[in-house]
């Protein structure tokens, strides 16, 4: 709709109706994607603040001397648990939780190092386990690493076979049988644990070259009859167990 030309005026164009209904609802939408973030973000800051408090507790239990374990630690609160050293130098194990970080590639995992007495790491429904392992090279103190729905490749295999102290070993089926191959002699490991693994006759033969082997937990979802892992295959697994452990228990015995 436009105005008269008249003397001593401008033309001049007002809004259709069209365009002030795109305005308001460029608004409305503006208004709601404000208030999603805003949702968002609040939420972001009570869970942070929720973990806070948790870390909180477990510190105070390890410090007392109840505990000696922290849970589903994440990168942005080891700093934090760093800075207290009283608790810092009791800790003897740590677990880290796909519950509460996915991506275990954080460099600031790396203070994981400066934990004297840290002796066990668990890592649950993780990812990039491999930078993980390349952060905390270098460790002397420790003596378990559990991967539980947390695969570990060839090249993180060898740097798992590069902590010198290593004594015990959890993995499931999402690490390659081939990497096992990796640990054939190993002198130090004592107990061997294989979640899920169906086992063969060449894992067997494996089991067989670790020389020290006390301790081998099976946690399997498996039952005798799945059809992944025929009958067949468990009883004869099952039998050549019983020849291992006997034949070790022979020469234990002379």
Known sequence: VTMSDMPGTTKRTLPSRRTSCLTVAASLAGGVIFLIVFAFTSLDKQFASAQRRLLNRQMAEVKNGKSGAIMSLTPELAPYLMRDTDCAGQ????????????????????????????????????????????????????ETLSFHRAGVSENGMRLVIGFPHLRRLYIDARTDPACLDLLKNHAGIESLGLYEYPITSAQLAFLKTLPNLRNLPFFVYQSLDDPNVPSAANVFAMGEMRKLFEGRSREEAQ
């Open 91 to 142: 800790v003897a194990a740590i677990t880290i939780s796909g519950d509460f970080t996915r991506d275990v590639s954080d460099n600031r995992f790396q203070s994981l190092k400066q934990l004297p007495r840290l002796k066990t790491i668990n890592l649950e429904y993780v990812g990039c386990v491999d930078a993980f392992l390349e952060n905390i090279q270098g460790m002397t103190s420790l």
